[in-house]
Antibody, heavy 116, light 113 residues
């Protein structure tokens, strides 16, 4: 069965960095584009970034452009999100999601709290 | 960028009654080459990730009860719960996957009256 498991969240000060991971299993990872979606506490869903199956193409939402970097290691079935220059407004649960091209599978999410 | 707007923000419906959620995109999400609407609906309960309900605007995902249905084309879409059950209390989101950024609607909270 398809599984997506995120990790790497935690409490971090503004301006610092954090790297999230999403380990995939149960499907051929290197044939699917993958996304990050976040949800601030008590708020709606916000799309963050996408990476193509082969890792060549990536796109970002404007609020994270220039600060976040999406990447993947297809040999490890893992998607990453490197988050630099974190801001208070980046506090959220971060989900990874498969692209089919709709989001058919989601991870449980990992909480990132940016606080001084 | 496509903007997606849902209405209402919340609604309360009696058990067994119909619930209707609307979703409007600022541009058409109907792709002419395959005649498909690139619009999905998700259900999210507290503390859980979103669950895919509907894709291609009207196709139910695996395991989704048939009381859930999606309709619409182009820029205007509807999610209908034909007979609301207690377990349907949740926030519902639509999302366009026609282009990036992949915008979500703001969500509609469905409660029991």
């Amino acid at each position: 069965q398809v599984q997506l498991v995120e990790s790497g969240g935690g409490v971090v000060q503004p301006g610092r960095s954090l790297r999230l991971s999403c380990v995939a299993s149960g499907f051929t990872f290197n044939t699917y584009p993958m996304h990050w979606v976040r949800q601030a506490p008590g708020k709606g869903l916000e799309w963050v970034a996408v990476m193509s199956a082969d890792g060549r193409d990536k796109f970002y939402a404007d609020p994270v452009k220039g600060r976040f970097t999406i990447s993947r290691d297809n040999s490890k079935n893992t998607l990453y999100l490197q988050m630099n220059s974190l801001r208070l407004e980046d506090t959220a649960v971060y989900f990874c999601a498969r692209d089919a091209p709709y989001h058919d599978y989601w991870g449980q999410g990992t909480l990132v709290t940016v606080s001084s | 960028d496509i903007v997606v707007t849902q209405s209402p923000d919340s609604l309360a419906v009696s058990l067994g009654e119909r619930a209707t959620v609307n979703c409007k995109s600022s541009q058409s999400v109907l792709y002419s080459s395959d005649n498909k609407n690139y619009l999905a609906w998700f259900q999210q309960k507290p503390g859980q990730p979103p669950r895919l309900l509907i894709y291609w605007a009207s196709t139910r995902a695996s395991g989704v009860p048939d009381r859930f249905s999606g309709s619409g084309s182009g820029t205007d879409f509807t999610l209908t719960i034909s007979s609301l059950q207690a377990e349907d209390v949740a926030v519902y989101y639509c999302q366009q996957y026609y282009s990036t950024p992949r915008a979500f609607g703001q969500g509609t909270k469905v409660e029991i009256k």
